[in-house]
Structure formats: C-alpha cells, structure tokens
C-alpha cells in the first residue's frame, strides 16, 4: 500500500515536443561557389605571407651584417686603446682619442637603432 502512495504521489513530467522549425536548404550553387573560392585562395600564395618572408630573410641578414660590423668596430677600439697606451704625445693622443669617441658614439647609435627594432618585433 505504501509503494502505491508513492507510484501516486509522484507527478510525470510533461514531455517535450518536437520543434516544427523547417529545414533551410541552402542553394547548392552557392555552397558551390563558396567551395570553389575558398580552394582557389588556398591555391594562391598570400603575398602578405611572402612580403613577411622576404623583410624576414632581409632582417636576419640585416642583424647578420651589423654584428659582423659591430665586432669589427669593438677591435678597432681596442686596437686604438692599445695604441694609446704607447703615446707619450700630446697631439697623436688627442688625434686617437677623438677617433675613438667617434667609433664608440657610432657604436651607441647602431646599438640604439637594434634595440628599437627588438622592441618593434
């Protein structure tokens, strides 16, 4: 008697209908033509892509060049440093010393321009 109670006491849940929405059917020669522009631009090349590939292998030859010239300047300085060790004269002395402010004040410059392309990237 009390399972009956309880079969009894316990409401069914209302079911759900089915949506009446109908089906959309696109139009198949736009499904067509969708198909066939999205295989002829991947076909394509995207020059943005080539573009960035060449400023890339530009840029990589670019730093390649600069550090080759900055290591060549950074024994240049020495090389004067070195040099001026050796002068006990007042006018060579000035003469090296000016050329190696020079060479060290282009050097800060290039590696300024290198910092603000890091930074770019």
Known sequence: MANAKRHASKKSKPTKK????????PDPNHFVDACAHDYSLALMPSPT??????????????????GIVDSEWRKEVAAVWSYLKGFASGAQLHALTERVSLIEKHMDR???VLLLADEEK
Not at 18 to 25: D, E, H, Q, R
Not at 49 to 65: F, G, T
């Open 18 to 25: 089915p949506s009446k929405k109908k089906a959309v059917n």
């Open 49 to 66: 892509h080539q573009m960035l590939s060449d400023i890339n292998a530009q840029l990589i030859a670019l730093e390649s060049k600069v």
């Open 110 to 112: 290039v590696r300024k």
